[in-house]
C-alpha cells in the first residue's frame, strides 16, 4: 500500500491549458505539502494544509490553487499553464501540527511538462 | 545566497569508502532534515535531528548548533547509495528550505 501517491504521474500539457493534479495519503496524518523541484533540482515549498487549513502559502502565482477536501488529499490546481511551470511536482505529508520538526514523507512526484 | 548550503556538489566515491556531506545554515532552527532522492526521483527521509547524532544502518548524521553545521556520514560506502542527499532545515516559519543537493556516485 503506498503511503503518500500522487496522479498523475506524468503531465504533458500545452500553455494556456487548466490541469489538476491530485494527492492522498494514508498515513492518518494531519498536515500535507506541496513542493516544487525545479529543472535544477531545487526543492521549494509552494503550500501547506493542516486538517484542511491552509497554513503555508508561499509566493506561488494565484494562478496555482490548492484544495483539501479532507486531511487525506491535498489537489493542486493549476490555471493558464506556463513554459515555466515545467517542474516536477511533490507532495508530502506529516503527522502533527509543527511540520518542520516531523518526519515528512513524500510522494513519488508529478511530472509536469508544458509545450 | 542560499540559507543552506551543501558541499560538495557532486562526490563520486569507490565501493567501500567513508564518505562525508557537510550541510551548513545560516538562521536558526528548529531541526535538520537529511533526505535521499534516488535516481528514479522518489524522496525519502533518512533524518531529522535537533542535537546530537543519530544513526540508522551505515548511515550518521550528527550536527553542531553552535556552528550551525550537519554532516551525512556514510560508512562502507555501496553503488546503491548513489543518489543525491538533501539537506533542509526547518525555522521559525516551521517551513522546510532546501540546499541544492549534493549529487554522490559511487562505483563498483
Known amino acids: 500500500d503506498t503511503a503518500v501517491s500522487q496522479t498523475p504521474k506524468y503531465l504533458v500539457t500545452q500553455m494556456g491549458n487548466d490541469k489538476s493534479i491530485k494527492c492522498e495519503q494514508n498515513?492518518?496524518?494531519?498536515?500535507m505539502y506541496w513542493y516544487k523541484q525545479d529543472s535544477k533540482k531545487f526543492l521549494k515549498i509552494m503550500f501547506s494544509?493542516?486538517?484542511?487549513?491552509?497554513?503555508i502559502n508561499e509566493t506561488v502565482p494565484n494562478r496555482f490553487s490548492p484544495k483539501s477536501p479532507d486531511k487525506a488529499h491535498l489537489n493542486l490546481h493549476i490555471n493558464s499553464l506556463e513554459l515555466g511551470d515545467s517542474a516536477v511536482y511533490f507532495c508530502?505529508?506529516?503527522?502533527?501540527?509543527?511540520?518542520?520538526?516531523?518526519?515528512?514523507?513524500f510522494g513519488p512526484g508529478t511530472r509536469l511538462l508544458v509545450l | 545566497k542560499n540559507e543552506v548550503e551543501q558541499s560538495p556538489q557532486n562526490l563520486t566515491a569507490q565501493e567501500g569508502e567513508f564518505i562525508t556531506i557537510n550541510c551548513s545554515y545560516s538562521?536558526?532552527?528548529?531541526?535538520l532534515h537529511w533526505l535521499q532522492q534516488h535516481p528514479g526521483g522518489g524522496i525519502v527521509s533518512l533524518f531529522m535531528?535537533?542535537?546530537g547524532k543519530k544513526k540508522h544502518g551505515r548511515l550518521i548524521a550528527t550536527i553542531n548548533i553552535q556552528e550551525k553545521h550537519s554532516s551525512l556520514h556514510i560508512t562502507a560506502s555501496h553503488p546503491r547509495d548513489s543518489a543525491v542527499y538533501i539537506c533542509?532545515?526547518?525555522?521559525?516559519?516551521?517551513?522546510?528550505?532546501f540546499g541544492k543537493g549534493t549529487k554522490l556516485t559511487v562505483n563498483p
Open positions: 538562521v536558526g532552527i528548529s531541526a
Open positions: 508530502a505529508s506529516s503527522q502533527d501540527t509543527s511540520p518542520g520538526v516531523e518526519t515528512q514523507y
Open positions: 533542509a532545515v526547518s525555522g521559525g516559519s516551521e517551513k522546510l528550505v
Open positions: 498515513l492518518g496524518h494531519d498536515t
Open positions: 494544509y493542516n486538517n484542511k487549513e491552509l497554513i
Open positions: 535531528l535537533s542535537s
